[in-house]
């Protein structure tokens, strides 16, 4: 995936299968059969889902993420 789908960031890395961590908002986010299902970061390390998981997120943005110069 080329970009988060919770901030439209292209700031992502791969860290497992099917499993992504946008560093500009410092989510993670699974894709698979067709859903992306957003996950918090909490401080102590783990992970928190980001909406409940009976309300999967079947769209991500499409929108590029304008970054400010300075």
Same mark, same amino acid.
């Given at each position: 995936m080329d970009y988060c *789908?919770?901030?439209?960031?292209r700031e992502v =890395?791969?860290?497992g299968r099917e499993r992504y961590y946008c560093s500009e908002c410092c989510h993670e986010w699974t894709k698979g059969? =067709? &859903?992306v299902r957003i996950y918090e970061v909490m401080s102590d390390? #783990?992970?928190e *889902?980001?909406?409940p998981d009976h &309300? *999967?997120?079947?769209?991500?943005? #499409?929108?590029r993420a304008v970054r400010r110069a300075g």
């Amino acid at each position: 995936m080329d970009y988060c *789908p919770f901030c439209g960031a292209r700031e992502v =890395g791969r860290i497992g299968r099917e499993r992504y961590y946008c560093s500009e908002c410092c989510h993670e986010w699974t894709k698979g059969g =067709g &859903e992306v299902r957003i996950y918090e970061v909490m401080s102590d390390g #783990s992970v928190e *889902p980001l909406i409940p998981d009976h &309300e *999967p997120i079947t769209h991500v943005i #499409s929108h590029r993420a304008v970054r400010r110069a300075g």
